[in-house]
């Protein structure tokens, strides 16, 4: 089956914060993103997790769609790591601005060390680096839900958190 877009680990994304209103499914033009402020957050690709989606990092850096490489790189993480499908990028609504070349997931982002729940209530298990263990629903409430967030929810979610820690949106 083929992916609705392909993205690499280490690809940096531009996440406009202006578009949080409109539907997931909402197609833009590459005119609709350009001539903006600083008015996008970023974020890296981690790891490809093939038909699970990608996992991704975003930064707490609010800049514009031309923010340099270095900038965005080291910037800290805005909340721990999360799934998407690339529905954004494929709807032109996040735009893909930089490559990271050399690129280690482990090094970089700390890969080995991200930890999402997966599962139901009565069979949740505790994703790290690939491999699952069993968790109970209390230790859970410590840990990101592995779930595919749609662009529209993730912006929201960005601009809550960023207004949190005191940036200017």
Known sequence: MKRL????????????????????NTSFKKNDLENKGKEFAFCRVVSDEQGAGY?????????SINE????????HRLFEPVAISGLG???????????QESYDKSKD???D???????TEDDLRLWQNGKETPI???KAQQFEFWSI????????????ALFWIGSKI
Do not use: C
């Open 149 to 160: 967030w749609q662009p529209a929810k993730l912006e929201k979610r960005i601009i809550k």
């Open 55 to 63: 996992i991704i990092e975003i930064f707490d850096l609010i800049g």
């Open 5 to 24: 877009v392909e993205l690499k680990e280490g690809d940096i994304l531009a996440i406009p914060l202006f578009t949080s209103d409109a539907p997931s």
């Open 113 to 119: 060390d991200v930890k999402l729940v997966l599962g």
């Open 136 to 138: 109970t629903m209390i």
């Open 89 to 99: 990028v494929y709807k032109k609504r996040w735009r893909k601005i930089h490559h």
């Open 68 to 75: 340099p490489l270095p900038n965005i790189i080291a910037a």
């Open 109 to 111: 982002s700390g890969f």
